[in-house]
C-alpha cells in the first residue's frame, strides 16, 4: 500500500497518545475522544502507512517494530506542526467575550482554558449580550463569545460555529424587603402579578429579553418597559433601586447591595449557554477554549437538564448538537 503523502496530524497525534501511554482508555481520556473513535483512528493510520503499529492484547497494548521506528518521525511531524500553529498566533491573543463582569460560567471556562492552554495568550473582553458580540465576531473584533446562540437572527447563527456549554438555571434578584425575598426559592407561579426587568429595550441583549418573554408567557408575569441603558455596576444598581423592579438572571448572578438572589423553581427555567465563534475561523488557542468547555462541563455536570427543567423547544435542538 502506497504511504500517504499527506498524513491526517489527527492521527498522528493518536498514535503518539498511545504511543506514550500504552494504554487506549488512558490515550483516549488524553485527548477528550471516546476509545472506539481513537481506535478507530489508529487503525486508519496503520492502514494508510501500511504497517501495523502496536500489539494488542487483553492484557497490554506495545509498539511493533515498525512502530518504534515511526514514532519519532511522528514526534517531529506534530512538534512542527504546534511551533507553525504557535507562530501564526502569536501576533495576537484569542479575544474572548465574557458577557459581563462576575458572569461565572464564561469565566470558569476561560480560566480552565489557560490552565490547557498555556502556551497561549486569551484575553477577556465584555460586550453584554451575544447579539452585541456576534457582529464583533462577524467583523473580526472578536473570537469567541457565549450565550444563548437560539436567539440570534438566522443570518448570524449561519455565519457562526457553537458548541454547547451548560443549561444555568435562571433565578430573580429582589429588594432585600421583597415580599418573596424571605424565601428560599422562588416558584415562577409566585412572580404573577410582577414586572420583571430583562433588559427589554437594550440592543446588546435582545436574545436574554426573548428568553424571557417566552418563559413569562401565559404565566401572568409581565416584562418591564424599556429603560435607559445602565453602563456600569453603579449605574444599573441606581437605576433598579429606582424602579424596585424584580430582575431576572442566572443563579451565578454576582451580589448586588440590598438585594438577594433567589432560584426559580416549579419548573426550573433554564438559560441555554453556548460557546460561539466566527464560522472558519483558525486559532491555535480556540480548539483549547472548545476542551476547557467541555471539560468543565462534564466536571459540573452543565448539560444535565433537571427534573422539572424548562426551556424552549428551540434552545433544546441547539443545545442537543454535537
Known amino acids: 500500500m502506497p504511504v500517504p503523502t499527506h498524513p491526517d496530524p489527527r ?8 504511543a506514550g501511554e500504552l494504554h487506549f482508555t488512558r490515550a483516549a481520556a488524553c485527548l477528550y475522544v471516546a476509545q472506539q473513535a481513537l481506535s478507530r483512528d489508529v487503525r486508519r493510520l496503520e492502514r494508510e ?9 487483553t492484557r497490554q497494548v506495545s509498539l511493533t517494530a515498525d512502530g518504534e521506528r515511526l514514532l519519532p518521525y511522528a514526534r517531529a511531524v506534530l512538534q512542527a506542526q504546534d511551533d507553525l500553529l504557535a507562530a501564526a498566533g502569536q501576533a495576537r491573543p484569542l479575544l474572548v467575550d465574557l458577557n459581563s463582569p462576575g458572569l461565572q460560567t464564561p469565566r ?5 482554558a489557560r490552565e490547557l492552554s498555556p502556551g497561549h495568550e486569551l484575553m477577556a473582553r465584555y460586550e453584554s449580550g451575544l447579539t452585541w458580540a456576534a457582529a464583533e465576531l462577524l467583523a473580526g473584533r472578536l473570537d469567541a463569545s457565549f450565550g444563548r446562540f437560539a ?3 438566522p443570518a448570524l447563527r449561519s455565519a457562526l460555529d457553537q458548541q454547547p456549554v451548560r443549561h444555568e438555571p435562571m433565578a430573580v434578584v429582589l429588594p432585600e424587603d421583597h415580599p418573596l425575598a424571605p424565601l428560599s426559592e422562588v416558584p415562577l407561579a409566585a412572580l404573577a402579578g410582577e414586572t420583571v426587568y430583562a ?8 436574545e436574554w429579553t426573548d428568553l ?4 413569562f408567557r401565559g404565566r401572568g408575569i409581565m416584562l418591564a418597559p424599556p429603560a435607559p441603558l445602565a453602563v456600569g455596576e453603579e449605574e444599573f444598581q441606581r437605576m433598579m433601586a429606582r424602579t424596585r423592579h424584580p430582575i431576572l438572571a442566572v443563579v451565578d448572578f454576582p451580589p448586588l447591595p440590598s438585594t438577594v438572589l433567589r432560584p426559580l423553581v416549579d419548573p426550573v427555567p433554564l438559560s441555554p449557554v453556548s460557546l460561539v465563534w466566527r464560522k472558519g475561523m483558525v486559532h491555535p488557542a480556540l480548539e483549547g477554549l472548545r476542551r476547557a468547555a467541555t471539560v468543565v462541563g462534564v466536571e459540573q455536570g452543565w448539560l444535565r437538564v433537571p427534573e422539572r427543567g424548562w426551556i424552549p423547544a428551540s434552545d433544546s435542538v441547539v443545545m442537543a448538537s454535537p
Open 151 to 153: 436567539g440570534l437572527a
Open 199 to 206: 433588559g427589554a429595550g437594550n440592543p446588546r441583549t435582545p
Open 49 to 57: 502507512l501500511g504497517c501495523e503499529l502496536f500489539v494488542r492484547t
Open 11 to 18: 492521527l498522528l497525534r493518536a498514535f503518539v497518545t498511545v
Open 212 to 215: 424571557a418573554r417566552q418563559l
Open 108 to 112: 470558569r471556562v476561560l480560566h480552565r
